[in-house]
């Protein structure tokens, strides 16, 4: 069976290159806007499903596709990915010297035999007190507008007190679950 990745984000192409996995990408164009919940760990689990199926719909050879959706929380807010730079630095700003949620859904879709296992995972940041140069630094720097929270692992370790939880998902996939997940659908990891 070929594997697909649901994502063009180069963060989870790594993820699974990591893996030393053959996949094709075939980018989820799901709204994600049209599905909304006020849990955020049912919310990051519909996300990763919903783009499974409409990439597995896509995928006319039988298939295990791999999708996901990642996103920030603080305070029962949830902060995804920013519209404008001056978003992120507000983003930013907001998570200074607090403590958030990063949740990551996971969603591993077997088109063969319509079988789904999904997931979520949680990671808990303290970002330390930040400076305004230094995010204003960090925003001129990186391309936030592509992370949830306008940060990506990278950012996180940098911006972090502490981490509580678990933090193998950086790269926007739960890495400790896909390989599971793809074990159980006959690939070898």
């Known amino acids: 069976m070929k594997l697909v990745l649901a994502s063009s984000s180069q963060a989870r192409r790594k993820a699974l290159d990591l893996l030393g996995l053959q996949y094709e990408v075939i980018p989820s164009h799901f709204d994600e806007k049209s599905i909304r919940d006020s849990d955020p760990l049912v919310l990051a689990k519909k996300l ?3 783009k499974a199926l409409e990439v597995g719909k896509m995928s006319p050879d039988a298939a295990v596709v791999v999708a996901a959706d990642l996103f920030v929380t603080l305070d029962n807010k ?31 879709l077997n088109t063969e035999t319509a079988k789904m296992l999904s997931t979520v995972e949680v990671c808990t940041v303290k970002f330390r007190e930040l400076t305004d140069n230094e995010i204003m630094n960090y925003v001129a ?22 981490l509580q939880g ?11 679950k896909l390989i599971l997940f793809l074990r159980e659908n006959g690939l070898s990891v």
């Open 78 to 108: 949830i902060f995804e990915k920013p519209g404008t730079v001056k978003d992120a630095v507000d983003m930013l700003k907001t998570f200074s010297d607090r403590r958030l949620d990063i949740i990551a859904g996971l969603a591993v």
């Open 141 to 162: 720097k990186y391309p936030v507008m592509q992370f949830a929270g306008a940060f990506d692992g990278d950012g996180m370790l940098r911006f972090a007190d502490h």
């Open 48 to 50: 990763s499903e919903a």
């Open 166 to 176: 678990n933090y193998n998902f950086q790269s926007g996939l739960p890495m400790n």
